[in-house]
């Protein structure tokens, strides 16, 4: 017994840094503003994870009723069903997902050379999504500003407001058509001067003098890289292959990748390994991901699992408020800076669009404790709290007691406990 503990316990704190899953508030009795909790069923003989989603109204003056929902990026499939019903009724729904690079906002204050830097990216950007019009049209757009009619939804709503340089003019669309289908196009910046050719910043920037598009980068990889690894292994569902995102009152709100490495890079820190390990390509999460599929071909350690991870999940705020050092940095940047994005376009929409009425924001449960502070400073207070089943497990696949349960939960707390004891000294 101690064995398999200690075994399981190793193999779910490693799994709990790749899985994508933020900060976590367990709620034992009461209603202390927790967005997850973890309830033992005695009577049904199971334990489950249950997921908050906190309504909240303007105190005074105008505004639309906002909801935090709370996500896991992997769990039951009937969590996701009901989390997307209820979004589907709300008027907007702003939505976690990190944009491709060249996806993002150009800075206000910029050099031209700086410019000129962002401006690839978004060249690049725009020609990855032409391409994927191609594949999934069977030809190039005519036109760029016609383009978004031809993609699915979650890459449409990524192109509107995005076909233009870092010094806001169009960028210019050329398409040679061959009729052996050997159609070529280019997508170009007139460069700092918008005049042909030019110097330095000034000169013309195009995407032909790039590399050609990767298959990474079409924007059809959903499987999640070890998350997605993580939910097969534990027979659950990954996130973004269980919601729709495609509909007309989901907007995407959130940093390009660019953007987060650039705040990275000037923060000192390198997120170049976590992103590896997210998306499968280290070493270390392939040998990961050989366990996880070990491991889901037991049931009983699959349940065992999911046991664990309910109780990191349980103490994940504490772990990353006592994070030190670099991934203190690090987690400053996935959460605070991405939740600063969310707010701005909360406030875009309290000031432009008064026919909005209701405003859903669902992302990691992570983020949802300093969301819920910057509502309160912007004069909103919770009026409503509903909790969905977001993940469960029933004891008895475990092979174990209810008492032993108890011990092997307990035992895991402790160990977490003192780790984060030592990450505070």
């Not at 910029?110 to 069977?138: C, E, H, M, P, S």
């Not at 978004?148 to 669309?173: C, F, H, I, K, M």
């Amino acid at each position: 017994m101690r064995r398999m503990t200690e075994r399981v316990s190793l193999a779910m704190a490693a799994c709990a840094i790749f899985a994508g899953i933020a900060s976590a508030q367990i709620e034992d009795t009461g209603d202390s503003g927790a967005f997850i909790r973890v309830v033992e069923d005695e009577q049904a003989g199971t334990l489950r994870l249950e997921i908050a989603i906190r309504e909240y109204a303007m105190r005074h003056g105008p505004g639309p009723a906002v909801s935090l929902a709370g996500a896991v990026h992997i769990a039951d499939a009937g969590f996701y069903d009901q989390l997307q019903a209820y979004l589907d009724e709300l008027d907007v729904v702003l939505f976690e997902g990190v944009k491709p690079p060249g996806a993002g906002e150009y800075p206000i204050e910029a050099t031209d050379a700086r410019r000129a830097q962002l401006t690839k990216r978004r060249i690049r950007f725009v020609a990855t999504v032409v391409q994927v019009y191609r594949r999934d049209n069977g030809a190039y757009p005519d036109q760029l500003q016609t383009m978004a009619e031809g993609l699915e939804q979650r890459v449409a709503s990524l192109v509107d407001g995005r076909l233009t340089d870092a010094w806001g003019r169009p960028l210019v669309y050329e398409i040679e058509r061959s009729p052996l289908g050997k159609s070529t196009f280019d997508v170009i910046s007139l460069g700092s001067d918008g005049e042909p050719g030019g110097d330095a910043e000034a000169a013309d920037l195009a995407f032909s003098d790039q590399e050609p598009i990767s298959k990474d980068e079409m924007m059809a990889d959903r499987d999640g890289g070890i998350q997605g690894q993580l939910a097969d292994a534990l027979g659950l569902v990954f996130q973004l292959n269980a919601m729709d995102t495609d509909g007309q009152n989901w907007r995407n709100s959130d940093l390009s990748m660019d953007e987060i490495m650039d705040l990275l890079d000037s923060s000192g820190v390198s997120g170049d390994e976590l992103f590896a390990a997210l998306d499968g390509s280290s070493f270390v999460s392939r040998l990961i991901g050989f366990g996880l599929r070990l491991i889901g071909s037991s049931p009983t350690m699959q349940a065992t699992l999911k046991i664990g991870l309910l109780d990191i999940l349980s103490i994940a705020d504490a772990v990353l408020a006592a994070a030190p050092g670099e991934l203190g940095r690090l987690i400053d940047v996935l959460i605070k800076d991405r939740n600063a994005v969310v707010m701005a376009d909360l406030d875009r929409i309290i000031a432009q669009e008064p026919g909005v009425q209701t405003v859903g924001i669902v992302y990691g449960a992570g983020h949802l404790a300093d969301l819920q502070e910057r509502l309160t400073d912007l004069g909103y207070e919770p009026i409503n709290v509903r909790w969905l089943r977001a993940i469960e497990v029933e004891i008895a696949q475990t092979g174990m007691s209810a008492g032993q349960v108890r011990w092997f939960r307990s035992t895991m707390k402790r160990q977490l406990e003192r780790s984060i004891e030592q990450m505070e000294r």
